[in-house]
């Protein structure tokens, strides 16, 4: 397996112990399956598009079966320097005064980690008050804006009637500015139209 998480020419002498297996495995069923008739053989069709998310979970599993076999091959490469460290401290005879300071240290370190732990779930307490209260604060601000803007839509303004007047007057007058715009592009044609023709005669 060392070969193998090596990656390198040698894993592929490995892998062909595998695969030829398979390979043969592969061709025994296929000689079994050409002896079946036509309706049993479409039983065993294989659909690739209903299958794209498990490939991409076996590329994504391949990837990271890769990089963990890189990372065991690392751990394995440092055994023997790490071996000959445990042996040495196994070896080395326990004096209670280190064990006792180190345990001291470590209980130390881990009361403080508690402490700041302790600090924090407090300002998200804190933090939480504050956040409900804002949020408190701008509803009720929502809630007069939205009395308020009731207000405003049910209250008419003194000037509307003089501006509905003058809306209706401005759409009549815009009517008859469309039809003589009309009437003057129809009579800018004709007129344009005569002078052709008179040209054309003289001519």
């Not at 007058?173 to 469309?178: E, G, H």
Request: negative net charge; glycine residues 4%; proline residues 1%.
């Amino acid at each position: 397996t060392k070969k193998l998480y090596q990656a390198d020419g040698h894993a592929v002498k490995e892998l062909l112990k595998v695969t030829s297996v398979l390979y043969g495995a592969m061709n025994t069923q296929g000689g079994e399956c050409a002896q079946l008739p036509e309706e049993d053989s479409t039983k065993f069709k294989f659909d690739l598009g209903s299958k794209i998310a498990d490939l991409k979970a076996a590329r994504q599993l391949a990837s990271e079966i890769t990089s963990k076999g890189a990372v065991l091959y690392d751990l394995l490469g440092k055994e023997v320097e790490l071996r000959e460290a445990r042996t040495e401290s196994l070896g080395r005879p326990l004096e209670i005064n280190e064990a006792e300071k180190v345990m001291k240290i470590a209980i130390n370190s881990i009361l403080e980690e508690v402490q700041k732990t302790k600090d924090m779930l407090n300002n998200v307490a804190l933090d939480e008050a504050n956040l409900e209260a804002k949020i408190e604060k701008r509803k009720l601000e929502l809630e007069r804006s939205q009395k308020r803007l009731q207000t405003l839509q049910s209250v008419r303004p003194a000037f509307m009637d003089e501006y509905e007047k003058i809306e209706e007057q401005l759409q009549r007058q815009y009517s008859t500015y469309l039809e003589k715009f009309r009437n003057l592009t129809y009579m800018e044609q004709l007129l344009d139209d005569h002078r052709r023709t008179e040209q054309e005669m003289f001519e």
